[in-house]
Structure formats: C-alpha cells, structure tokens
C-alpha cells in the first residue's frame, strides 16, 4: 500500500496529477495537521481550474513529505498552493514530485 505522510501526519484522499499541474493542499487538511498559516507566504494570483474558473489562493507552504512503503519511500521538502475550496482530494501531488 502506498502512504503519503505530510508534516508527520498520515494523509488520505490524495489525487496524483499526470498533468503539469503544481501541488495543491486543501486549508481543510492543513488546519486538521495543526499546520499554523504563519507558514504561508502570499500567493497574489489565483489558479486556473479545469472549467476556466479562479480558485483563490490562500498561501503557499513548504511541507516534509514522505511518500512510498518502508524500502521504497522518498522524504523531501515541497511547496504546496493552500486553497480555500471543500475539493474532493485533501491534497494533489503532480507526478513529477514523485520522481
């Protein structure tokens, strides 16, 4: 089984991007992983959605992750957008982070 850790804390629901899409974090999931928005530096531009549509951007935050099983996993440090919608996925992590 694969795991995703963020911040020390075991992430579910998170969609992996084939796309050239950047890291997406719900502020859902990051206010649940007791993660302070002191960390975030403003991000002034909104994201584009699929439909054409502005998501606003409530920050960006560098987070430890860790994903993989016990001889396969990685641990680095990435920048997620933090937006302010209820999406499906608590995080997305564009394929390329996993490489």
Not at 6 to 12: A, D
Not at 70 to 84: E, G, P
């Amino acid at each position: 089984m694969f795991s995703t850790i963020m911040e020390g804390h075991r992430v579910h629901r998170i969609l992996v991007d084939n796309g050239d899409s950047m890291n997406i974090l719900s502020v859902e999931a990051m206010t649940k992983m007791g993660i302070n928005a002191s960390r975030m530096t403003l991000v002034p531009t909104p994201l584009i959605g699929i439909e054409g549509s502005a998501v606003p951007v409530k920050g960006a935050a560098g987070l430890i992750v860790t994903m993989g099983t016990a001889r396969y996993c990685v641990t680095l440090q990435k920048t997620f957008m933090v937006i302010d919608t209820h999406p499906p996925y608590n995080a997305i992590i564009r394929r390329p982070l996993l490489h």
